[in-house]
């Protein structure tokens, strides 16, 4: 899909923030020329979550949608996207759901943003999500990966085989329905990360206002003790909970993702502050736009180790301070 000689900014999750995207593609020197945002020399690769609460969610979609027709762009599939799809499809018969993703109140409110801004755009919102099944799981392009939440080469391989271009059908999206099924699991590993269970029965209510019983884990350490040497995402366990000693079982079941590895990039995680490598061979782009926080991109060329000069970002800022 890709060619591995050429130059490309990777540019993190978007979520509607469409006219800051269109400043940081500016500031990437991309220019709107017959209606697509367009570089000379390079190629702009989105990591996916394109939808959801942001203020310009149709827009932002064009946006990319466009820049991939033109040959300018390619983007691969969020657990955002994800979930719209599973909010559309019909569920299997004999699955005791009428769609692959529930119409809870929960799932109600994360589409909730995308679903308003494409009330009066019905065919527009079909032709997405028909689009939507073009974005692949991953991108591989030998010499650099890239994944939405993580590269678990041990689902990898197995979908690459029934899917070798990475873009899945709704068959797949149906057959996600049921839990601990095959593409159930690649869903929730390669587009929602890994995770572990808080201990004792606790839940966690994060920034985002969501209660959960699990927390995201880094798929990189090798050697973590503790529930807080792998917790990776922007709310901090308890105290008590980051030292709980992990067992032999928990430490076994992490993955790892070896430094020796191709360049990976991620989107996904909610990071803050100012970007930089997680690992040599590592980065994710995600840095919460649209909480006010950047809109991130990595500026790759032929380099073999992820470079923290190369990170490019625009800030988020809120509405009262623009003037």
Same mark, same amino acid.
């Given at each position: 899909?890709?060619?591995?000689?050429?130059?490309?900014?990777?540019?993190?999750?978007?979520?509607?923030?469409?006219?800051?995207?269109?400043?940081?593609?500016?500031?990437?020197?991309?220019?709107?020329?017959?209606?697509?945002?367009?570089?000379?020399?390079?190629?702009?690769?989105?990591?996916?979550?394109?939808?959801?609460?942001?203020?310009?969610?149709?827009?932002?979609?064009?946006?990319?949608?466009?820049?991939?027709?033109?040959?300018?762009?390619?983007?691969?599939?969020?657990?955002?996207?994800?979930?719209?799809?599973?909010?559309?499809?019909?569920?299997?018969?004999?699955?005791?759901?009428?769609?692959?993703?529930?119409?809870?109140?929960?799932?109600?409110?994360?589409?909730?943003?995308?679903?308003?801004?494409?009330?009066?755009?019905?065919?527009?919102?079909?032709?997405?999500? =028909?689009? #939507?099944? +073009?974005?692949?799981?991953?991108? !591989?392009?030998?010499?650099?990966?890239? @994944?939405?939440?993580?590269? $678990? %080469?041990?689902?990898?391989?197995?979908?690459?085989?029934?899917?070798?271009?990475?873009?899945?059908?709704?068959?797949?999206?149906?057959?996600?329905?049921?839990?601990?099924?095959?593409?159930?699991?690649?869903?929730?590993?390669?587009?929602?990360?890994?995770?572990?269970?808080?201990?004792?029965?606790?839940?966690?209510?994060?920034?985002?206002?969501?209660?959960? =019983?699990? #927390?995201? +884990?880094?798929?990189?350490?090798? !050697?973590?003790?503790?529930?807080?040497? @792998?917790?990776?995402?922007? $709310? %901090?366990?308890?105290?008590?909970?980051?030292?709980?000693?992990?067992?032999?079982?928990?430490?076994?079941?992490?993955?790892?993702?070896?430094?020796?590895?191709?360049?990976?990039?991620?989107?996904?995680?909610?990071?803050?502050?100012?970007?930089?490598?997680?690992?040599?061979?590592?980065?994710?782009?995600?840095?919460?736009?649209?909480?006010?926080?950047?809109?991130?991109?990595?500026?790759?060329?032929?380099?073999?180790?992820?470079?923290?000069?190369?990170?490019?970002?625009?800030?988020?800022?809120?509405?009262?301070?623009?003037?």
């Amino acid at each position: 899909m890709l060619d591995p000689a050429r130059s490309y900014d990777l540019i993190g999750d978007v979520h509607g923030c469409a006219h800051t995207l269109e400043h940081l593609l500016d500031t990437l020197g991309y220019r709107f020329q017959a209606g697509v945002w367009r570089h000379p020399e390079r190629i702009a690769l989105f990591l996916g979550d394109i939808i959801d609460r942001g203020p310009r969610i149709r827009e932002a979609l064009h946006i990319v949608h466009d820049m991939v027709e033109a040959g300018q762009a390619h983007c691969i599939m969020g657990n955002h996207e994800f979930n719209a799809l599973g909010w559309s499809t019909p569920a299997l018969p004999g699955s005791h759901k009428q769609f692959v993703r529930e119409h809870t109140p929960r799932h109600a409110r994360l589409l909730e943003e995308t679903l308003s801004q494409f009330d009066q755009h019905p065919q527009d919102w079909h032709d997405f999500l =028909a689009w #939507f099944y +073009t974005m692949p799981l991953f991108i !591989d392009a030998g010499r650099f990966r890239m @994944v939405h939440a993580c590269w $678990d %080469a041990g689902l990898i391989e197995p979908l690459r085989a029934q899917y070798s271009d990475g873009c899945i059908d709704e068959h797949f999206v149906q057959a996600s329905a049921e839990p601990g099924s095959f593409a159930s699991n690649v869903f929730d590993r390669l587009l929602r990360g890994t995770d572990m269970r808080l201990p004792h029965g606790l839940t966690l209510t994060g920034g985002d206002g969501l209660t959960r =019983a699990f #927390f995201r +884990t880094k798929f990189w350490e090798d !050697d973590p003790q503790t529930y807080g040497d @792998v917790v990776f995402q922007p $709310d %901090a366990l308890p105290d008590l909970v980051a030292k709980t000693p992990l067992s032999p079982l928990e430490k076994n079941a992490l993955l790892r993702y070896g430094i020796d590895e191709p360049l990976l990039f991620v989107g996904h995680y909610w990071r803050s502050g100012n970007p930089a490598p997680i690992r040599p061979n590592l980065a994710c782009l995600d840095y919460s736009a649209v909480l006010y926080g950047k809109l991130v991109a990595y500026r790759l060329d032929q380099e073999t180790c992820i470079d923290p000069r190369k990170f490019v970002w625009v800030d988020v800022e809120r509405p009262e301070a623009v003037q």
